[in-house]
């Protein structure tokens, strides 16, 4: 049998994600999911030519990335088990599969970026001018004023680029 750990990130990222694995004719290993394989790392991490019995894969949680689902297919005979209830729950991050002779097993671990944001502060010489801006995102312009101390921020933004103007 096989066993197959597919890494999907929203947005597709490079980020590394680490995995411990234990059980026969497994081992530790890394992926990342930024839409190619050219990178050194792949997406994916296949264990082929597995004997039965049980092997449990574990994602190292990484700042800044919330795991937000494992989904395992192509268990008909094997037993998986995701986390301590056998379906996933915000927290777990371990898979633990008995493989059944001649089963192969695939599991996507899918992690979100976590939103973002963007802190604008002014420092001016003088506390009575104030200053205009423009917050552009996609195809969004915000324009806002500040004054010598004052802050403006701009939360759950998602990863992308971000154009400040004064």
Same mark, same amino acid.
């Given at each position: 049998? !096989?066993?197959?750990?597919?890494?999907?990130?929203?947005?597709?990222? #490079?980020?590394? %994600? /680490?995995?411990?694995?234990?059980?026969?004719?497994? /081992?530790? %290993?890394?992926?990342?999911?930024?839409?190619?394989?050219?990178?050194?790392?792949?997406?994916?991490?296949? %264990? &082929?030519?597995?004997?039965?019995?049980?092997?449990?894969?574990?994602?190292?949680?990484?700042?800044?990335?919330?795991? !937000?689902?494992?989904?395992?297919?192509?268990?008909? +005979? &094997?037993?998986?088990?995701?986390?301590?209830? #056998?379906?996933?729950?915000?927290?777990?991050?371990?898979?633990?599969? +008995?493989?059944?002779? #001649?089963? +192969?097993?695939?599991?996507?671990?899918? +992690?979100?970026?976590?939103?973002?944001?963007?802190?604008?502060?002014?420092?001016?010489?003088?506390?009575?001018?104030?200053?205009?801006?423009?917050?552009?995102?996609?195809?969004?312009?915000?324009? %806002?004023?500040?004054?010598?101390?004052? !802050?403006?921020?701009?939360?759950?933004?998602? !990863?992308?680029?971000?154009?400040?103007?004064?």
């Amino acid at each position: 049998g !096989s066993i197959t750990i597919i890494k999907d990130t929203v947005p597709n990222n #490079g980020q590394d %994600f /680490s995995y411990t694995a234990t059980g026969d004719g497994v /081992s530790n %290993f890394t992926l990342d999911d930024d839409g190619t394989d050219a990178n050194p790392l792949s997406n994916d991490r296949v %264990f &082929s030519d597995l004997e039965p019995g049980s092997r449990t894969i574990t994602e190292t949680p990484v700042a800044g990335w919330t795991l !937000s689902d494992v989904v395992c297919t192509g268990a008909t +005979n &094997s037993t998986v088990t995701i986390g301590a209830d #056998g379906g996933f729950d915000a927290g777990d991050t371990s898979v633990t599969i +008995n493989l059944a002779a #001649g089963e +192969n097993v695939t599991c996507t671990y899918t +992690n979100s970026a976590q939103p973002g944001s963007i802190t604008i502060h002014k420092v001016a010489p003088t506390d009575y001018q104030r200053f205009s801006f423009r917050f552009i995102f996609g195809n969004q312009t915000q324009t %806002f004023q500040l004054g010598d101390g004052q !802050s403006i921020v701009f939360d759950n933004l998602a !990863s992308g680029t971000y154009v400040i103007r004064a």
